[in-house]
């Protein structure tokens, strides 16, 4: 079939927007104000080989590692129509354990049906499930839970191995045959605080999957499956054959950095992260050899997301839109030694890999791609300041489990001054408007600000963090999992750097300041509140006439 440019501009259209009609279906219909309100999920669309095809702009971590997720669950699973697999087994495809993932396949109608006129029913659901063994595309979703069990609430807290993180899901089927699969439900809804908040996501994430199969048999039965399957294969050819053009600009050579995390909660020690960019022709080879060894706290990183930090940072490079496809990867090789912070083995604990280390990944990437290119911007804050609460609500004598990430600064950059208060790299979400976070939690926002003159100085100063406080309306467990509290967000050209954050906790007895990461317990008035960094500067400040 000979491609068409215009075609392929449609296709790409097309296949984004059934990933971003998914995303739309999840939050309208998620229960937890983390999925709702802060919009912390993806949704993804992959061809029938389970290669991505197109991917919602959702949250950039899930880029690399949805894919890996699928994978995993094709080399376990034999789908059928109406299966629904789910998982968050890190070790396999996923980030970490609060993030849960659902794939399902498409089917199309088989010959023999249409040649015995075979009435198709007029529910989409059972369209798929009446269908034969014939997959076209696979959908997929992944939505981050507030609570998926652990040790503390929010399953965020400091671990020194993956059991004491939550429930563990290898990829099962949570549907089969169009009926949900109640022996699953019941034991993930055994594992964790709100049993109700966690179902009625779940459930949400299950009504994603049903408006992407419907929305790519729509495109199916107007296209024909031959050309539809043409054209995602081109969009794959098209966005690598971009990357190949954005790599060719960059000069050949061999740009190295290193950054550091500042501990991994246990000990006082940096934890290392080096990487060297090779780029020759068309091609870039990215090898993390030299990053420190897997640690005992959880900022490990499993394979997947140093994948997805590698391609994010590769697709800002590409100055035009592109679809968010495996083709991305296609020229560039990644190299993370297993055993080491960027590629650890179970069991260890990962649910900092996923908010913090792949943030610092992405900071040591672009530090090295600054070497290369003028258009890399100095380090954003370089953290997601993950804030759990959990506890009894004393309104309905109910466990709750509040998570949330707190924006900060940005960067500054050739031109451009950084943005301030805002979430960069590797998280997209929204911050929890305080209205829906007083009406669902037992909480009040007393203070929601930007934090002055935390950005670093030069000709492009680095935008402000914030500063956001809670008064607790119950007795709670307050955990922070956090980063550059000792590290500060570099500067470049000369620029400063943006401030360090820092996390307090305010009782009657004065101020306390918590670690990075940290996990205490507070009384009902006490108050949290965390000050994010501010981003570096670019350039140096020049003097004023």
């Not at 296709?11 to 990933?19: E, G, H």
């Not at 169009?178 to 996501?201: Q, S, T």
């Not at 680095?462 to 000792?486: H, N």
Request: proline fraction near 6%; include cysteine; aromatic fraction near 6%.
């Amino acid at each position: 079939m000979k491609s068409d440019p215009v075609k392929l501009e449609i296709f790409k259209s097309l296949y984004s927007s059934v990933a971003e009609e998914m995303g739309i279906s999840l939050r309208r219909s998620a229960f937890s104000p983390n999925i709702k309100e802060r919009r912390d999920y993806s949704c993804a669309v992959f061809n029938q080989d389970g290669v991505l095809i197109a991917q919602g702009d959702h949250m950039p971590v899930h880029l690399g590692s949805m894919p890996m997720s699928v994978k995993a669950a094709l080399e376990t699973i034999k789908f059928s129509p109406g299966d629904v697999v789910v998982l968050n087994d890190p070790y396999a495809g996923g980030t970490h354990l609060p993030d849960v993932t659902m794939v399902a396949a498409v089917f199309a109608e088989s010959k023999r049906q249409k040649a015995k006129g075979k009435r198709q029913p007029e529910s989409p659901r059972h369209l798929i499930a009446s269908s034969p063994l014939h997959p076209l595309f696979y959908v997929a979703n992944r939505a981050h839970h507030a609570d998926i069990g652990g040790a503390t609430p929010g399953s965020m807290g400091r671990a020194d191995e993956i059991y004491q993180e939550g429930l563990r899901i290898p990829p099962v089927r949570l549907m089969i045959d169009g009926k949900i699969n109640d022996d699953v439900m019941r034991l993930i809804a055994a594992n964790v605080r709100i049993p109700e908040e966690r179902e009625g996501d779940l459930t949400a994430q299950l009504g994603a999957i049903v408006t992407g199969q419907t929305r790519l048999l729509e495109i199916v039965e107007r296209y024909g499956f031959k050309e539809a399957n043409f054209f995602a294969s081109r969009l794959v050819d098209y966005t690598a054959e971009m990357m190949r053009r954005v790599i060719r600009e960059l000069p050949d050579g061999v740009y190295e950095a290193e950054d550091f995390l500042d501990d991994d909660g246990y000990g006082d020690n940096p934890v290392r992260i080096k990487v060297k960019i090779t780029i020759q022709g068309e091609r870039a080879t990215v090898d993390f050899t030299g990053s420190a060894s897997q640690v005992r706290g959880p900022i490990n990183a499993v394979e997947a997301i140093t994948v997805s930090g590698v391609y994010y940072v590769f697709r800002c490079l590409i100055p035009i839109d592109v679809p968010a496809s495996w083709g991305i990867l296609e020229p560039i090789e990644v190299i993370a030694p297993m055993g080491t912070i960027v590629n650890a083995c179970p069991p260890a604990p990962v649910a900092g890999g996923n908010v913090e280390t792949s943030q610092r990944i992405v900071d040591t990437l672009l530090l090295a791609l600054s070497k290369a290119s003028r258009k890399v911007p100095a380090a954003s804050q370089g953290t997601m300041n993950n804030l759990t609460i959990g506890g009894i609500d004393e309104r309905a004598n109910k466990p709750f489990a509040y998570y949330e990430t707190v924006a900060g600064g940005m960067g500054g950059r050739d031109g451009f001054v950084g943005l301030d208060a805002i979430h960069t790299h590797m998280t997209n979400s929204l911050n929890t408007p305080a209205e829906a976070m007083e009406y669902a939690y037992p909480m009040r926002v007393k203070k929601y600000a930007i934090r002055k003159h935390s950005g670093g100085e030069g000709e492009f100063q680095g935008g402000d963090g914030v500063v956001r406080e809670l008064e607790l309306l119950t007795d709670a467990q307050v955990t922070i999992l956090s980063d550059r509290r000792k590290t500060k967000p570099y500067g470049l050209n000369g620029g400063n750097p943006g401030k360090a954050g820092r996390t307090l906790l305010i009782t009657k007895k004065g101020e306390r300041e918590l670690a990075g990461k940290d996990s205490v317990f507070a009384k009902k008035g006490d108050l949290v509140r965390v000050e994010s960094p501010g981003g570096g500067g670019y350039g140096k400040r020049r003097k004023r006439q």
